[in-house]
């Protein structure tokens, strides 16, 4: 079954050029849908129902932030819940958009304006579990968390993206408390196994023989289940709990 990807950007040159981009990227089929404004995007993506799961789901969200009816952090907003990579692709790098976009739900930030390879290097991150982020805004990041920032930001900018790309705030790991493990699916409990021996999503992609989508689905899953936000917690959790 091919990937469905989803491009929301208002400019018809830098559409084509994410397209490209996305093409390059992944060596999976690619399906790309294309809107160019929120109300074009919505239509995409159909009703949204928290008690009800969503029938093929896109896979991939690239959103521009300034669109001709609203602000692509909007759409970030409404789609908390989506089980999507959503990626932000602007040309904005202050801080007044990149941190909005993370509080927003953004599972990564890149700038339209870098390089084709630039671009084609850091989407392919999603593969290895790692979030996207071109190059000045990793820079800024790292001197906003190194430094801290004016009126206690560095407090409130959820920038503890996880290989699974949670992009809620970092919870502490609650070692007191037993894991739920029979919640695991088989599935996840066989990509938790991978997982806590280091294998990348592509890695684990190849030896489950499914997609390297599929893995991060399952791995959010896993991270929702066993309360955590990164690997090593995962890792941490399940062996001291037997489950690996």
Same mark, same amino acid.
């Given at each position: 079954?091919?990937?469905?990807?989803?491009?929301?950007?208002?400019?018809?040159?830098?559409?084509?050029?994410?397209?490209?981009?996305?093409?390059?990227?992944?060596?999976?089929?690619?399906?790309?849908?294309?809107?160019?404004?929120?109300?074009?995007?919505?239509?995409?993506?159909?009703?949204?129902?928290?008690?009800?799961?969503?029938?093929? %789901?896109?896979?991939? #969200?690239?959103? $521009?932030?300034? =669109?001709?009816?609203?602000?692509?952090? +909007?759409? *970030?907003? &409404?789609?908390?819940?989506?089980?999507?990579?959503?990626?932000?692709?602007?040309?904005?790098?202050?801080?007044?958009?990149?941190? %909005?976009?993370?509080? #927003?739900?953004? $599972?990564?930030? =890149?700038?339209?304006?870098?390089?084709? +390879?630039? *671009?084609? &290097?850091?989407?392919?991150?999603?593969?290895?579990?790692?979030?996207?982020?071109?190059?000045?805004?990793?820079?800024?990041?790292?001197?906003?968390?190194?430094?801290?920032?004016?009126?206690?930001?560095?407090?409130?900018?959820?920038?503890?993206?996880?290989?699974?790309?949670?992009?809620?705030?970092?919870?502490?790991?609650?070692?007191?408390?037993?894991?739920?493990?029979?919640?695991?699916?088989?599935?996840?409990?066989?990509?938790?196994?991978?997982?806590?021996?280091?294998?990348?999503?592509?890695?684990?992609?190849?030896?489950?023989?499914?997609?390297?989508?599929?893995?991060?689905?399952?791995?959010?899953?896993?991270?929702?289940?066993?309360?955590?936000?990164?690997?090593?917690?995962?890792?941490?959790?399940?062996?001291?709990?037997?489950?690996?």
């Amino acid at each position: 079954m091919p990937v469905k990807v989803l491009i929301v950007e208002d400019n018809p040159v830098a559409r084509s050029f994410l397209c490209r981009v996305v093409r390059e990227s992944f060596s999976d089929e690619i399906v790309i849908t294309e809107a160019g404004d929120l109300e074009s995007a919505r239509r995409q993506i159909g009703p949204l129902h928290d008690s009800q799961p969503v029938f093929d %789901p896109f896979k991939l #969200c690239l959103v $521009d932030l300034e =669109l001709p009816d609203g602000n692509g952090l +909007e759409l *970030l907003a &409404e789609l908390v819940r989506y089980p999507a990579t959503k990626i932000v692709t602007t040309l904005y790098s202050d801080d007044d958009h990149l941190f %909005p976009a993370l509080q #927003c739900g953004a $599972d990564g930030y =890149l700038l339209k304006e870098d390089r084709f +390879e630039v *671009l084609v &290097e850091e989407l392919q991150k999603i593969v290895r579990g790692q979030p996207p982020l071109s190059p000045a805004i990793a820079r800024r990041l790292l001197t906003h968390f190194r430094q801290g920032a004016p009126g206690g930001a560095a407090d409130t900018a959820p920038m503890a993206l996880s290989p699974g790309f949670q992009t809620s705030k970092p919870q502490s790991l609650n070692r007191s408390a037993p894991i739920d493990h029979e919640r695991l699916t088989p599935r996840e409990s066989e990509v938790l196994t991978f997982l806590s021996k280091g294998f990348t999503i592509k890695e684990i992609a190849q030896l489950m023989g499914i997609k390297w989508f599929t893995v991060n689905d399952h791995i959010k899953s896993i991270y929702k289940k066993l309360n955590v936000s990164s690997r090593a917690e995962a890792a941490v959790l399940a062996s001291k709990q037997g489950l690996v």
